[in-house]
């Protein structure tokens, strides 16, 4: 089930019983695994797998012959299609693109406005963003979620990005709202602030 969903708000998809939200569409022809979720406001159509622990959320959009497994994440406004296989730990979001047969895997981050796609291959611990970093942004894997400087003057957690003041503010009620423990609470707190420490530090094309 989606942890921080009640059950009346979830349901599970007819073809591979994963988990969807109510507010989110699936068409009957995708497959999404049993321990698969679908979340949010995302779209699942045509012939796309979810499998493992993946999860697609926010407005998010996979379609085509597209494949999302192990505990890969596809979020925020990004889209997955063709025949395009993100998987492992890859997390693609914001308004990113991988389509064509293009593979994003490992630990591998997509996100900005970046495009992924033709027969390439993003893997390893590589990011890929639409706004250029001179060197590799921050990046720290909490217990649950990774936490990336993904952009000048903000964070993600996971898919949810933030600016540093907003999760400053915010930090301990989403943390309860996706489910953390008191401990894994107290735990990102300390990562995140961390992280604001050496991301005020960053300057741009240095």
Known sequence: MITFLKAEEQHQHSNGGGWVANTAVVAASAYIGPDAQVCGDA??????????????SGNA???????????????GHALVYGDARVFG????SGKAQVYGHALV?????????????????????ARVSGNAWAVSPLYIQGTRHAITNSAYGFLNVGCIKLSF?????????IGK??????????????????????GKAAKRGK
Not at 105 to 119: E, H, I, L, W
Request: proline residues 1%.
């Open 43 to 56: 779209q699942v159509f045509d012939n796309a797998w979810l499998c493992g622990n993946a999860q697609v």
């Open 61 to 75: 959009l996979v379609y085509g012959n597209a494949q999302v497994y192990g505990h890969a994440q596809v979020c």
């Open 89 to 92: 730990n890859a997390l693609v």
């Open 105 to 125: 895997y490992g630990a591998a981050q997509v996100f900005g406005n970046a495009r992924v796609s033709g027969d390439a291959w993003v893997y390893g611990n």
């Open 165 to 173: 003041s907003e999760w400053k503010k915010q930090y301990k009620a």
């Open 177 to 198: 709202q996706q489910g953390y423990t008191p401990a894994q609470i107290k735990e990102y707190g300390t990562l995140i602030k961390f992280a604001m420490k050496i």
